[in-house]
Antibody, heavy 120, light 107 residues
Framework: EVRLVESGGGLVQPGGSLRLSCVAS????????MTWVRQAPGKGLEWVSV???????HYADSVKGRFIISKDNSKNTVYLQMNTLKAEDTAFYFC??????????????WGPGTLVTVSS | SYDLTQPPAVSVSPGQTATITCSGD??????VYWYQQKPGQAPVLMMY???VRPSGIPERFSGSSSGTTVTLTISGVQAEDEADYYC??????????FGTGTTVTVL
């Protein structure tokens, strides 16, 4: 059974840093693309970042230069290092798998999310 | 970056048909994927590649595409279909985008 579980959320001051983790089970992150999506309370979904099976990364303009996505294949875990956090980064952060199919650009499994609150 | 536009809200009576549109120039060349999200839950994939329904998704959900607009149709709406719906696409640069979201209310 495919399962994703995020952790690492919490309260952080503006300008601070936080690292989110996403532990995967039921499949291997080293052969899949993995992504982070966030949702501010009461707002819509916003794509944040993706990491390919080979380690290539892409970011939304809103987080480029501040967030870093990475993975540890031995731990089957994906990370999101968030630096220079702003109030507008406050959101639920979801980890998801990009469907492992040819020309697939959608997210077939999601974790339950972890809440990040940026406030003084 | 690019935008995907959805109507903010759609209201429908039980048993009627709800249509949710997703518009954007990128859709002329790229597929749309649809997600349903209920309060406090993660999104669930409802449709992929414009018109393909994943296994386990009820047949009352269907998709269609015309030019730069893709439509998710819910025929015979049920109370359990009340949720937020988001379209999503991707471009050749490796980035993804979600639509603005539509709240479906079952009257």
């Amino acid at each position: 059974e495919v399962r994703l579980v995020e952790s690492g959320g919490g309260l952080v001051q503006p300008g601070g840093s936080l690292r989110l983790s996403c532990v995967a089970s039921g499949f291997n992150v080293n052969t899949n693309y993995m992504t982070w999506v966030r949702q501010a309370p009461g707002k819509g979904l916003e794509w944040v970042s993706v990491i390919s099976s080979g380690g290539t990364t892409h970011y939304a303009d809103s987080v480029k230069g501040r967030f870093i996505i990475s993975k540890d294949n031995s731990k089957n875990t994906v990370y999101l290092q968030m630096n220079t956090l702003k109030a507008e980064d406050t959101a639920f952060y979801f980890c998801a798998r990009v469907a492992p199919a040819y020309d697939a650009h959608y997210f077939d499994y999601w974790g339950p999310g972890t809440l990040v609150t940026v406030s003084s | 970056s690019y935008d995907l536009t959805q109507p903010p809200a759609v209201s429908v009576s039980p048993g009627q048909t709800a249509t949710i549109t997703c518009s954007g120039d990128v859709l002329a060349k790229h597929y749309v994927y649809w997600y349903q999200q209920k309060p406090g839950q993660a999104p669930v994939l409802m449709m992929y590649k414009d018109t393909v329904r994943p296994s386990g998704i009820p047949e009352r959900f269907s998709g269609s595409s015309s030019g730069t607009t893709v439509t998710l149709t819910i025929s015979g709406v049920q109370a359990e279909d009340e949720a937020d719906y988001y379209c999503q696409s991707a471009d050749n640069s490796g980035t993804y985008v979600f639509g603005t979201g539509t709240t479906v209310t079952v009257l």
